[in-house]
């Protein structure tokens, strides 16, 4: 691979990781402000957007660990292939793991408007 592409590919995962903390950062932020309180049931389910809007500005992140991994994945290789294949497999395995904690963290809306229907507390107070 020439130097040039070295260099090319080097910004660019680069800025996969910078796009990648930006993207759980300020996701986290978002979704924290209403998961991360002790009456996130009764917050939920009413701010659904800004939770969704959380998710998905997380599941950059894990779309770029998956990315960053093949990005490197020709530059790995020329050392040891079967080093280049682990580590693609274990970002691709986390990116996974993230994803379904997204999922986790979408069921939570649902789980808070069954939680209101039951009428037992009003948003603000229990």
Sequence with gaps: MPVSTNKKTARIVGALFLISYAGVFIGSEITGAILGESDYLLNAYPDRAQVVWG????????????????????????????????????????????????????????????????????????
């Design 55 to 126: 998710v998905l500005i997380e599941l950059v992140n894990d779309i770029a660990v998956i990315g960053i991994a093949v990005m490197l994945y020709p530059l790995l290789r020329k050392f040891s292939e079967g080093v280049a294949l682990f580590y693609v497999g274990l970002r691709v395995l986390e990116g996974a793991f993230f994803m379904v904690s997204k999922v986790s963290s979408l069921s939570i809306i649902d789980l808070s408007e069954k939680y209101l229907a039951m009428g037992c507390c009003r948003r603000g107070r229990p």
